[in-house]
């Protein structure tokens, strides 16, 4: 009977343990399907950070060489630069044309531009001197 007894008790007391048992068992199951699903979380985010990697790698990449956009930018650098000496030497060459036509010009006309450069620069100093300044905004009204 004894042992019946101390069975009892002990089949009692398994008996009330036993919601806290479900219970807790219950929070691990939540816990691990949480746990499961930051883990699906953090595998798609690896994913997509791999796939940007390649990406990035495969049009950027230092070890293979120049890669696609690079050589792309690079080309129209080129291009670019080989335009803007192309005008430069256009523009350097309008600039020399203009001054043999000038002086041609002037030559034809018997023009001294130095003469004239003197006498502008003689009439500035005057009108400077005597308080005549064609930039003052008080006279210019």
Same mark, same amino acid.
């Given at each position: !009977?004894?042992?019946?007894?101390?069975? !009892? %008790?002990?089949? @009692?007391? +398994?008996? #009330?343990?036993? /919601?806290?048992?479900?219970?807790?068992?219950? *929070?691990?199951?939540?816990? *691990?399907? !949480?746990?499961? +699903?930051?883990? *699906?979380?953090?595998?798609? @985010?690896? $994913?997509?950070? !791999? %796939?940007?990697?390649?990406?990035? #790698? @495969? $049009? +950027?990449? /230092?070890? =293979?060489?120049? #890669?696609?956009?690079?050589?792309?930018?690079?080309?129209?650098?080129?291009?670019?630069?080989?335009?803007?000496k192309r005008l430069k030497k256009t523009v350097e060459e309008l600039t020399n044309d203009l001054i043999i036509l000038g002086s041609l010009y002037l030559n034809q006309l018997n023009i001294d531009l130095e003469e =004239?450069?003197?006498?502008?620069?003689?009439?500035?100093?005057? &009108?400077?001197?005597?308080?005549?300044?064609?930039?003052?905004? &008080?006279? #210019?009204?």
């Open positions: !009977m004894e042992t019946t007894e101390g069975l !009892m %008790a002990k089949v @009692n007391d +398994i008996e #009330s343990r036993l /919601p806290r048992f479900e219970s807790s068992l219950n *929070n691990l199951r939540k816990e *691990n399907e !949480m746990l499961r +699903i930051e883990l *699906n979380k953090i595998n798609e @985010n690896l $994913q997509d950070i !791999m %796939a940007l990697y390649e990406v990035v #790698s @495969n $049009q +950027i990449n /230092p070890f =293979i060489g120049v #890669s696609k956009i690079t050589a792309t930018s690079l080309e129209k650098l080129e291009r670019l630069e080989t335009e803007y =004239i450069i003197e006498d502008v620069l003689e009439e500035e100093l005057i &009108k400077s001197v005597s308080g005549e300044d064609t930039h003052d905004t &008080k006279n #210019s009204e």
